[in-house]
């Protein structure tokens, strides 16, 4: 059964360097799309989710005939925004079939309250959830540009459900987490059987770096392979907002897309 676990938010509020814009997606360091600096999005919206017209993902795909690995997008918890669509044409841009899902139905949050009562609608439904993964994981396998392999993602309340996903899910192939709510159960992490990556933030109060050592402490247990990082000194939420306060949070985040590809070019393209 898949369980859901609380996601904390704090705002951005820290110090580090600017990185260099201008750039197109694929040629950067650092995604123009957490620059704040991207086009407007150009892939295209797609019902994935039998019988329910109101779910539509974001779908965004490699030019020439592949076939790609394939990326699970996880929205933060305001729901499916422009924001996560450019990235998803970020990881176009790089060789993979990405794709948004949406698990608000249609709905997005304007305020920390609206935001709030998303979530919390959807922890209520957890089977929904896994239902609407499981249909996106189905969606894409059965593209003749996907390669097989697919990776999910996510941040915030994204990020837990990625790794809640994991636990609960049908098999894939990778996890990537940022500043996501964990799991640190030993007996629950154990159904994990592929690569965990995870990006977490030293200042993030909601989860502190003790916390995460421990998940990476559990994983390295059990003989999953991992790559976590704790980066210092910035705050929950600074890899996808990373314009809230460039200067503060474009090297740890040019740093954590960097070991992002490294992990997905293993994960996902290498013959495992």
């Given at each position: 059964?898949?369980?859901?676990?609380?996601?904390?938010?704090?705002?951005?509020?820290?110090?580090?360097?600017?990185?260099?814009?201008?750039?197109?997606?694929?040629?950067?360091s650092i995604?123009?799309?957490?620059?704040?600096?991207?086009?407007?999005?150009?892939?295209?919206?797609?019902?994935?989710?039998?019988?329910?017209?109101?779910?539509?993902?974001?779908?965004?795909?490699?030019?020439?005939?592949?076939?790609?690995?394939?990326?699970?997008?996880?929205?933060?918890?305001?729901?499916?925004?422009?924001?996560?669509?450019?990235?998803?044409?970020?990881?176009?841009?790089?060789?993979?079939?990405?794709?948004?899902?949406?698990?608000?139905?249609?709905?997005?949050?304007?305020?920390?309250?609206?935001?709030?009562?998303?979530?919390?609608?959807?922890?209520?439904?957890?089977?929904?959830?896994?239902?609407?993964?499981?249909?996106?994981?189905?969606?894409?396998?059965?593209?003749?540009d996907v390669?097989?392999?697919?990776?999910?993602?996510?941040?915030?309340?994204?990020?837990?459900?990625?790794?809640?996903?994991?636990?609960?899910?049908?098999?894939?192939?990778?996890?990537?987490?940022?500043?996501?709510?964990?799991?640190?159960?030993?007996?629950?992490?154990?159904?994990?059987?592929?690569?965990?990556?995870?990006?977490?933030?030293?200042?993030?109060?909601?989860i502190p770096?003790?916390?995460?050592?421990?998940?990476?402490?559990?994983?390295?247990?059990?003989?999953?392979?991992?790559?976590?990082?704790?980066?210092?000194?910035?705050?929950?939420?600074?890899?996808?907002?990373?314009?809230?306060?460039?200067?503060?949070?474009?090297?740890?985040?040019?740093?954590?897309?960097?070991?992002?590809?490294?992990?997905?070019?293993?994960?996902?393209?290498?013959?495992?």
């Amino acid at each position: 059964m898949l369980r859901l676990h609380r996601t904390a938010w704090h705002g951005l509020l820290v110090t580090a360097l600017v990185a260099p814009r201008g750039l197109a997606a694929q040629d950067s360091s650092i995604p123009d799309a957490i620059l704040g600096t991207a086009a407007a999005p150009r892939g295209e919206t797609v019902a994935y989710l039998p019988g329910d017209t109101a779910t539509r993902g974001y779908l965004a795909v490699p030019e020439g005939a592949g076939p790609f690995p394939a990326l699970i997008l996880v929205h933060e918890w305001n729901g499916l925004v422009d924001r996560v669509r450019q990235v998803a044409d970020a990881f176009a841009a790089h060789g993979y079939v990405a794709m948004a899902v949406d698990l608000y139905r249609g709905r997005t949050g304007s305020s920390r309250d609206e935001n709030v009562a998303l979530m919390n609608d959807v922890r209520g439904h957890p089977e929904q959830v896994i239902t609407n993964l499981d249909a996106a994981q189905r969606f894409l396998r059965a593209r003749a540009d996907v390669s097989g392999k697919v990776g999910v993602m996510g941040w915030c309340f994204g990020g837990g459900i990625a790794l809640s996903y994991a636990l609960g899910g049908a098999e894939h192939d990778a996890t990537a987490i940022f500043y996501g709510s964990l799991v640190t159960d030993p007996a629950e992490l154990q159904r994990i059987h592929h690569p965990i990556y995870g990006t977490f933030a030293g200042q993030d109060r909601g989860i502190p770096p003790d916390q995460v050592a421990r998940f990476r402490t559990v994983l390295d247990s059990l003989g999953i392979s991992n790559d976590i990082h704790i980066y210092d000194p910035v705050q929950h939420g600074f890899w996808l907002w990373v314009d809230r306060d460039p200067a503060t949070n474009t090297a740890p985040a040019r740093d954590a897309w960097e070991r992002l590809q490294r992990f997905l070019q293993a994960a996902l393209r290498s013959e495992r």
